[in-house]
């Protein structure tokens, strides 16, 4: 019996090309297009993975004992002999943690995109007609005190806890976080941030030890817009903390 050899899951990329292949089909798309939707998701991902890993720098440095336990996990999962590569980041659960708990205070989109409703609908014993605009407040559901304890603690163990809220991941299953939206619109480049937010936070951490002047203090303002950016630019000062120094070369 012959069988039909299937084919593995394909990528953003890979269905793009694919429908600029389709000249004739209503589908198609040009490789003008291809190039600008590419270039909207690297621009857009590169400036909302650098404002997280600022605001969870600014979390870790305001508190100590939550960036000594990262560091410890560091330490051990990567020595202080080696550089913090790919292969080590599936080992670095604490440090998920501490992104998971500052992407629930400080989400880079704190309204979402906004969504259009299809129909009219009732939520909550509210109507929403037929074509209105609507915003999701994912920044006030991520710090509601009626589901989250101490919502305005920097705490990362809550994302260990399996009982509490340790389930919660990025897919938009638990609409009490969304950091990433959910259901079709859902922010196509959560494997990719997953990825680069772990690695760009564990490579700071583990080269380095941080702290800010003496006499300051850090201000966690926010400004709202498209993005959640910090008011005042975070401003740390760094310590070599690897044994080797020639890999900082």
Known sequence: MIREKRSGRKDFLQTLLELQNKQDSDMSISHKQVKALLMDVVSAGTDTTATTVEWAMAGLMNNPGVMTKAQKELTEGVGLNNIVEECHIPKLKYLEAVIKETLRLYPPGPLLLPRCTSDTSTVGGYTIPKNTMVFINIYSIQRDPSIWDNPMEFKPERFLDDNNNGKC?????????????SGRRICAGIPLAERMLLYFLASLLHSFDWKIEQGETIDMSETFGIALRKTTPLFGIPTPRLSDSTLYV
């Open 169 to 181: 991941d990025y897919r938009g299953n638990h609409f009490h976080y969304l950091p990433f939206g």
